[in-house]
């Protein structure tokens, strides 16, 4: 195809790896020799057809299904099927201990034999909390149920030798000789059963499992009231409701939410004898048996689901899959995951057979993080934009009903929320999304979906302005249609923030500028009485919380990122009367976010906690800190606006330097070598902790206390050492794709460190040649040698320009770029000169390579 200019020049080399990926030529046809790329970000490559590799065969979901030795929690994710930002996520639901197992799934890290309670349509990634987990079936081949008469799972053992699990299909062989796959559109799930005989097909369901029964304490809670279960008379069409838990029950929100299903079946129910209650429904469940064929001992079922209505449900099943094969679903749902997956294309992935074991281990570390990453926030609007509302009651319950009563609520649609465009146009959205973890999501995997898909993050956040619409202000976690509060921050402004920063605007800014203000200044603000912002009053008179430590760094980050998001919006909406956003306003938010150093204390140079000021206008005294699921030393990093200032509140960049070290454990000569144990010492260690959101800036600090080597030192061993492809693989929780994130970026090279600016703090490439479509502009990244053997960067040119420093502004991508570094075994002095300290201050220009600006001579190889 032919490339059209849009900039004054375009630099040859990029256009070249254009033609490599695309078969790109010149206007002319001709490849255009070497010249150096402009200095406007408009001369980047514009949109070009990107090729798909076969990506799909690198992803392991079973990767996270077992606890890590180090860190004690597992990734709890589900291998179960689904399709990126899917409504269904067919899979299995498994016993779980204490938290782990959340998402549904848990396994021994070296097992042969688990038990599955059941299987079920809705599952969260990775989460840290129980839920979901709805409409819970189990095929036999003997007339066994599901689950007690009282609605506890009875579970059948499977050999994981067994299990199969790809992007949108999974397969287990269980012990009572049925085979199962599974695979699954947005809003549909449909599974193929395989019995030993046509006299064993046995299909039993029970509506009232869910999450919540994979806990002996929560098992058997759910009443027949609150659930239904209609059977046709030829057992081909199954109806009914099922119920969400509460999710994090009894920790986060005091609403259950109701599933909607309605489902086809192949087969007809076989003719019973006598007073059997087989083919008979109880308290919404039943034990069905189905009249198959000799030739062909399998049941197939398709199934929609919906949070409005049994009706809604029938119609995503026959928008989305009226009467495709199992193996059209199944291929469909790959090439949709494969189409993903190419937004990051790594050159050596598109010939497997080339592949060394060392380098096909990395690709599947790569991509099934990057498979992660895509699986949440989550559909939750139906076909014909139906879903059920966060307007929730007046009060709110003080606890979940265990029983599952699920709360009345308006049914919204996406076509009531349009809303004007700065230009004038009106905006309106296609899908309602939940499933938001965002005190985990706003440090990274937000980003990382601005720059990969952009069009559903854009919906994302207008899902999050509309739910503060109904509910009264943004909301904090969001799973089905509920806020929830396991988390201290309202995290929704520095996801918001840092999605708009990476280029995310296509939704009601006005409504979301309104809403923002209204969390950073109104002690009233609150969603369903979940309060934007507790003890607003008293914290704007001392400066902090008192008695507690990572509260307050949450609340500095929250403020951080509400006064970047309203100065980065055109002057047009901040001055528009529903916003009405100052200047004043905007200064206090930044001067706020200085408030961190209300709990340094100068002496021991470490964060602590105060206790309430016993005279107005004073500090209370120091105690002892709080750190919600880590330590001081973890958290110390987590605001990453702050670095310069705090560094220099710590004693200079050597002290930044030893406290790093001793974090990571490592020398300044980068001679030891951590341990796992080290990297991921669980929320007690004094050590790094990966397996929690808190520390991911951490390992850039180094670059602003000027040894940048040590950031490409340290983020190789996490990503080698507490990372793997075995199932006790991830180092903690996924978090809806936050740690997968993590992973990605660190790979790349980059990190989004301050999570509402617009750039990215770099380290090492881990693949020689990569290309990263931000949209549809190609950001391509080689290294000149390999990073397991190279570590340490020597030299970087952007656009054939020398790049000495070690923070890239956004806008050097978003046109597309072409990034080139030249690596050694050794460490280099490359990016850690004084001069080249990245931006730092809550209101600092972002936008800029270095705190002072983006230097052009006086350090090798510039011009």
Request: charged share 15%; aromatic share 10%.
């Amino acid at each position: 195809m032919r490339l059209k200019r849009i900039g004054p020049r375009l630099g040859a080399g990029l256009v070249a790896a254009a033609m490599v990926l695309g078969g790109a030529t010149d206007a002319n046809g001709a490849t255009p020799s070497p010249t150096e790329a402009s200095d406007n970000p408009s001369a980047a490559l514009p949109s070009i057809q990107r090729p798909l590799l076969p990506l799909t065969q690198y992803v392991d979901p079973v990767i996270g299904g077992a606890v890590p030795r180090t860190s004690g929690y597992a990734g709890n994710i589900n291998p179960g099927a689904k399709v990126p930002f899917g409504f269904t996520h067919f899979g299995p639901d498994m016993p779980r201990t204490n938290f782990n197992g959340s998402g549904g799934y848990l396994t021994a890290a070296d097992s042969t034999s688990e038990r599955v309670n059941f299987f079920s349509l809705t599952h969260l990634n990775g989460v840290g909390c129980p839920g979901q987990g709805t409409v819970g079936m189990m095929p036999a081949s003997t007339p066994t149920a599901v689950s007690t008469a009282d609605g506890r799972p009875l579970g059948v053992r499977f050999a994981t030798a067994t299990e199969k699990a790809a992007p949108g299909y999974y397969s287990v062989g269980l012990d009572n000789d049925v085979k199962v796959e599974l695979t699954a559109t947005e809003r549909t799930g449909m599974a193929r059963f395989t019995y030993p005989g046509k006299d064993a097909g046995y299909f039993s369901l029970d509506t009232r499992l869910n999450g919540n029964s994979n806990a002996s304490w929560t098992a058997g809670r759910i009443e027949a009231k609150n659930v239904s279960l209609a059977v046709s008379d030829n057992g081909r069409t199954l109806t009914g409701r099922s119920i969400a838990p509460a999710f994090c029950t009894p920790y986060g929100t005091p609403y259950n939410s109701a599933v909607y299903f309605y489902a086809e079946l192949d087969k007809p129910l076989r003719s019973q004898s006598g007073a059997s209650t087989v083919n008979t429904v109880d308290d919404g469940s039943a034990l069905l048996q189905y009249d198959l064929p000799a030739a062909d001992p399998t049941l197939t079922m398709r199934v929609g689901i919906s949070a409005v209505s049994i009706d809604n449900a029938r119609l995503n099943l026959k928008t989305e899959n009226a009467r495709s094969t199992f193996e059209q679903v199944r291929a469909q749902a790959d090439k949709k995951w494969n189409a993903r997956l190419n937004t990051i294309q790594i050159d050596r992935a598109a010939n497997p057979r080339a592949l060394s074991p060392a380098q096909r281990e990395v690709l599947v570390k790569f991509y099934s993080s990057l498979y992660r990453v895509f699986v949440g926030p989550t559909t939750y609007s139906d076909v014909n934009g139906d879903f059920r509302s966060m307007q929730g009651s007046t009060p709110a319950p003080g606890s979940p009903d265990l029983g599952g009563a699920v709360e009345q609520r308006p049914v919204a649609n996406v076509r009531d929320y349009t809303w004007r465009r700065p230009d004038g146009r009106i905006g309106s959205y296609s899908t309602h999304y939940s499933g938001f973890s965002m005190w985990d999501t706003y440090r990274s995997q937000a980003q990382l979906l601005a720059l990969l898909a952009p069009r559903e993050s854009a919906e994302m956040m207008q899902s999050l302005v509309v739910d503060a619409k109904q509910c009264g202000a943004f909301p904090h976690w969001v799973d089905a249609s509920d806020d929830s509060t396991p988390m201290s921050g309202d995290n929704a402004l520095p996801l918001i923030a840092g999605a708009y920063q990476f280029g995310v605007r296509d939704y009601d800014l006005v409504s979301a500028a309104r809403l923002v203000k209204q969390s950073a200044f109104d002690p009233g603000s609150t969603c369903n009485n979940n309060k934007s912002f507790s003890g607003m009053t008293d914290y704007l008179q001392t400066g902090y919380f008192p008695d507690t430590s990572s509260p307050n760094i949450e609340r500095y980050n929250s403020d951080r990122a509400a006064a970047a998001y309203l100065d980065a919006l055109p002057r047009s909406i901040r001055t528009n009367p529903q916003v009405a956003v100052t200047d004043a306003d905007i200064a206090k938010l930044h001067d706020r976010a200085g408030w961190w150093r209300t709990i340094l204390n100068p002496e021991t140079k470490a964060i602590a906690a105060r206790e309430a000021p016993t005279t107005p206008g004073t500090l209370g005294e120091w105690t002892t800190g709080w750190f919600h699921e880590s330590t001081e030393p973890n958290y110390f990093w987590s605001f990453g606006y702050a670095w310069t200032d705090l560094i220099h509140a710590i004693g200079g960049k050597q002290a930044a330097v030893d406290r790093l070290n001793a974090l990571f454990s490592i020398d300044t000569a980068l001679t030891r070598v951590p341990t796992a144990a080290q990297l991921n010492g669980g929320q007690d260690s004094q050590g790094f902790y990966i397996g929690n959101e808190m520390g991911y800036p951490a390992p850039w600090a180094y670059n602003w206390a000027g040894a940048p080597a040590s950031t490409q030192y340290v983020v190789q061993k996490i990503m080698d050492l507490t990372f793997s492809t075995r199932r006790d693989g991830l180092p903690g929780n996924d978090d809806m794709g936050a740690t997968s994130s993590w992973y990605v970026f660190a790979a790349l090279g980059m990190f989004p460190t301050v999570a509402s600016a617009p750039g990215l703090s770099l380290s090492t490439p881990q693949f020689p040649r990569t290309t990263m479509w931000v949209g549809d502009r190609p950001v391509r990244i080689t290294t000149d040698a390999d990073a397991s053997t190279a570590p340490f960067i020597q030299s970087l040119r952007l656009n054939w320009r020398a790049y000495p420093a070690s923070w890239l502004p956004l806008r050097q991508l978003r046109y597309g770029a072409k990034l080139d570094f030249a690596l050694g075994a050794s460490p280099s002095q490359w990016a850690a000169a004084d001069a080249l300290t990245p931006p730092s201050g809550a209101d600092a220009d972002y936008t800029r390579m270095t705190a002072n600006g983006d230097p052009r001579t006086g350090f090798p190889g510039m011009p």
